[in-house]
């Protein structure tokens, strides 16, 4: 099941939301990264899951597909983030960690 | 930046308005256009007698022709609609030919068919996935004015995202605010996020929803140019052979070579489709149309052979980059080509954008709502008019699956009684909540919705074999997933009712130049 592009989408946007600063409370959740690295950090696994889209769902669904996950992960972002803030923040490892084995193994 | 600030406001008023005289028909089209992602998937559901499994397209061609053969020889076209991954019966139909007992153009009853043995499938009569479908562009209203109405409010739905867009002061700061219980500012971020994440998508599918229909809401391009709309159609799609019948009798060739070379001429392409012309004679023809679900054109081509020695006699032209792109923007609206991942996140996306636009709804009211102040006549109505579209459409269309399980399965005319069942409940629990007061109506509304969708896995389980038990243990996957959504749906709508219930009413916030209240517009833009 193609579920990377999600994984790397939900890990993309949960650093991006701790670079926006807007959930101050939970500044520091994210593991290691500052502010400004988690913005380089969301960009770069932005672009990851764009190719693990065009890789999975070929060159002519792999933009629709990226659009879609990723507009998805979104959404499941922001409604854990309106709950539970610093668990929202922190899943980015697992995310982006659970997405290396299913891209290797085609999960 | 003076500029944009004061394009802000006109803006923030064309979208509120747009958004709320189109808003609860566009939410009904929402919904039913993403239930019918899921269209081969609820008709199968619906006819829970059916257990065929998937054939190979020659095999199953081969054998509805062989009954087509054995049943209606004589007729003048056969139309055979192979089975695929979804759609495991085949569906055949057939034209008699016009004399003078039969008008021109009539077909016959639709069949289903074992496309592994041929045999004539029974089940339950009903229209299925096709029932959401069709609605949700027809709006169950006569030609033409189903879609003219449809295609109106996804010109506002267009008007209302751009809008939007342009109104939303702070769209990458508030990109991931949602604020529980905090009355008008809720409904707002819900409103906001739901839009802004989704985005793409919402404005693709409205876009791509609008050219889907271009040529009928805009004529006028074909009518300047062509004397004969169909000499348009030849020219952009290609002619189709329909020559007369000979009238001297010869047999079908084998359709299986046929097959196989149209699949190799379409590099591994599927077919979908055939049309026999003139089966019983020798000038017959067999068009072999393509499967659309393998590219992101809807358009697949098609072949025409000879049906009485397999020679080819035509093509489908390659199509010019005008028809590509309308048969890309088709198939990027009804998602056909996608696999099981990208149609459910085109299902849960389109829930978003239902979602998206119901916030909208409830926001037009949460902003104008005045504790104590007796509300104005068209807030009232407006009022009930969200409870009517958001909570008791929800309960129409559970009530249409339920009635596919309690209507008998050999009572005459049961699929329009399935159709009526569910705007009976639709229209009458909205007429029925004008008897209770606003926050009751709500509570009273959602709740039966969620009961009504939580009773559909029950109903089913106590009226076919099929249940959610029984179909874990044969690893009868589309039925557990039914079962598990109509659950999932009547959590969410419990939850509404629960949340409607309980929720304390917040005081609205206290501006200290508190503008008109007409001033829809720049409340918005404040807000935003």
Not at chain 1, 29 to 54: E, N
Not at chain 2, 300 to 315: F, H, K, N, Q, W
């Amino acid at each position: 099941m193609p579920l990377e592009t999600l994984l790397l989408g939900y890990a993309a946007l949960a650093n991006l939301a701790r670079a926006s600063g807007r959930p101050q409370r939970v500044a520091d959740a994210i593991p290691l990264l500052r502010p400004v690295h988690a913005k380089i950090a969301g960009i770069a696994l932005a672009l990851l899951s764009l190719v693990a889209s065009f890789w999975r769902f070929g060159a002519y669904q792999g933009l629709v597909a990226w659009l879609g996950l990723t507009s998805l992960a979104g959404v499941a972002l922001v409604l854990l983030l309106s709950r539970w803030p610093v668990a929202a923040l922190r899943l980015w490892l697992p995310a982006m960690a659970l997405a290396v084995p299913i891209d290797l193994v085609g999960f | 930046m003076k500029a944009r600030a004061g394009l802000r406001q006109p803006m923030a008023w064309i979208h509120s308005w747009l958004g709320l005289v189109a808003g609860w028909i566009l939410f009904a089209m929402f919904l039913t256009g993403t239930a019918s992602y899921f269209r081969p998937e609820i008709t199968r559901w619906m006819q829970p007698e059916l257990r065929t499994e998937a054939a190979a397209p020659a095999e199953a061609a081969r054998s509805a022709i062989a009954w087509l053969q054995a049943n209606a020889p004589h007729d003048e076209q056969w139309y055979i609609y192979l089975p695929d991954d979804r759609t495991t019966a085949t569906r055949i139909f057939t034209r008699p030919r016009p004399d003078s007992m039969t008008p021109a153009k009539r077909r016959r009853e639709e069949i289903r068919l074992d496309p592994a043995t041929g045999e004539a499938l029974e089940a339950r009569d009903t229209r299925g996935g096709e029932q959401f479908y069709r609605f949700h562009f027809q709006l169950q209203l006569p030609h033409p004015w189903g879609r003219w109405l449809a295609g109106l409010c996804a010109m506002f739905m267009l008007g209302a995202i751009v809008s939007g867009v342009v109104t939303h002061k702070r769209i990458f700061v508030d990109f991931f605010t949602l604020r529980w219980g905090k009355g008008q500012r809720s409904w707002l971020d819900a409103h906001n996020v739901t839009a802004v994440l989704a985005l793409p998508f919402h404005a693709m599918i409205t876009y791509t929803g609008l050219i889907t229909l271009v040529l009928m809401y805009m004529p006028w391009p074909i009518a300047a140019n062509y004397a004969k709309p169909a000499t348009f159609a030849v020219e952009a799609y290609g002619n189709d052979p329909e020559g007369a019948a000979s009238g001297r009798p010869a047999r079908l060739v084998p359709i299986a070579p046929l097959i196989a070379a149209a699949t190799e001429e379409w590099k591994g392409g599927r077919p979908s489709t055939l049309i026999v012309r003139n089966p019983d004679d020798a000038a017959s023809s067999v068009t072999i149309l393509r499967d659309g679900t393998d590219a992101l054109n809807a358009r697949g081509g098609s072949i025409t052979y000879a049906g009485a020695d397999g020679r080819r006699l035509a093509a489908s032209p390659p199509p010019g980059p005008a028809i590509e792109t309308a048969g890309v923007m088709l198939g990027l609206h009804m998602g056909n080509y996608a696999g099981p991942v990208l149609r459910w996140t085109y299902f849960l996306l389109g829930l978003t954008g239902s979602a998206m636009v119901a916030t909208g709804l409830l926001l037009w009211t949460a902003k104008r709502r005045k504790p104590g102040a007796t509300p104005f006549f068209g807030f009232r109505v407006v009022e009930r008019m969200n409870i009517g579209a958001l909570a008791c459409l929800p309960a129409g269309m559970a009530a249409f699956f339920l009635a596919n399980r309690l209507i008998p399965a050999a009572q005459p005319g049961r699929s329009g009684l399935e159709v009526s069942a569910m705007f009976w409940m639709w229209f009458g629990l909205a007429v029925l909540s004008l008897l209770r007061p606003v926050r009751r109506a709500w509570i009273e509304t959602l709740a039966v919705a969620a009961v009504a969708f939580a009773s559909v896995p029950v109903v089913n389980a106590l009226t076919t074999d099929r249940g959610l038990i029984r179909s874990i243990a044969s690893g009868d996957g589309l039925f557990v997933a039914f079962d598990l959504v109509m659950l999932s749906v009547a959590a969410c709508l419990g939850f509404a009712a629960w949340r409607a219930a309980h929720i304390a009413p917040v005081a609205p916030r206290q501006r200290r130049h508190a503008g008109p209240p007409a001033s829809a517009g720049k409340e918005l833009a404040d807000a935003a």
